[in-house]
């Protein structure tokens, strides 16, 4: 009964957040419609796009679901605080 209530309470906060338009256009995660190759088209576009203007782009992946899993809370709260 709890796994089908939280996947109704997710389904409700996702309809909600696309409906006031709270993430900004390019962030893909979990949200309804958005696949990996809209992520990877967008980023191709932003690298030709600077190589037009003879610039160089770097990229910069963080996986922060492996690194807040090894995070000492109070330190994480502490320094978003400060």
Same mark, same amino acid.
């Given at each position: &009964?709890?796994?089908? +209530? &939280? #996947? ?6 996702? %309809?909600?957040?696309?409906?006031? %338009?709270? +993430? ?11 696949? =990996? &190759? *809209? ?20 990229? +910069?992946?963080? *996986? ?5 899993? %090894? #995070?000492? =809370?109070?330190?994480?709260?502490? %320094?978003?605080?400060?």
């Amino acid at each position: &009964m709890e796994k089908v +209530l &939280m #996947a109704i309470i997710a389904e409700e906060i996702t %309809n909600l957040v696309e409906k006031e %338009n709270l +993430l900004p256009k390019n962030h893909f995660g979990g949200r309804p419609g958005c696949t =990996t &190759m *809209d992520a990877i088209h967008l980023l191709v576009h932003h690298i030709k796009s600077a190589w037009q203007k003879d610039k160089v782009a770097s990229i +910069l992946f963080l *996986d922060v679901e492996g690194a807040f899993s %090894n #995070a000492v =809370t109070e330190r994480v709260i502490h %320094n978003l605080i400060r």
